[in-house]
Nanobody, 123 residues
Framework: QVQLVESGGGLVQAGGSLRLSCAAS????????MGWFRQAPGKEREFVATIGWSGGSTFYADSVKGRFTISRDNAKNTLYLQMNSLKPEDTAIYYC????????????????WGQGTQVTVSS
């Protein structure tokens, strides 16, 4: 079993930055990819970014491209999301997830999920 624990959320003003972390533990951790998703109140969960766990290839949603950067530290089994130039519409619960089905954006392809961390951006 794999456990994922997010941290780093909080309240920030528009234009500010936050860095989210996701620590993985459990059985030997070798996913194909790790991703970040978010869910705002009253909206469906949406894809934010994903990174290949071995090769490091990345893919971003258009809404965050150029502002967010996904990265990972394989030695620490930790995933990161650096969020810059934050906007009020970035307000959501952010989830990390592990995929064993390649570098994909569809949430249904992610087998393990964290509990989420709240990000609130004030205007």
């Amino acid at each position: 079993q794999v456990q994922l624990v997010e941290s780093g959320g909080g309240l920030v003003q528009a234009g500010g930055s936050l860095r989210l972390s996701c620590a993985a533990s459990g059985r030997t951790f070798r996913p194909d990819a790790m991703g970040w998703f978010r869910q705002a109140p009253g909206k469906e969960r949406e894809f934010v970014a994903t990174i290949g766990w071995s090769g490091g290839s990345t893919f971003y949603a258009d809404s965050v491209k150029g502002r967010f950067t996904i990265s990972r530290d394989n030695a620490k089994n930790t995933l990161y999301l650096q969020m810059n130039s934050l906007k009020p519409e970035d307000t959501a619960i952010y989830y990390c997830a592990a995929s064993y089905m390649g570098l994909v954006a569809a949430a249904s392809n992610y087998a393990y999920w964290g509990q989420g961390t709240q990000v609130t951006v004030s205007s």
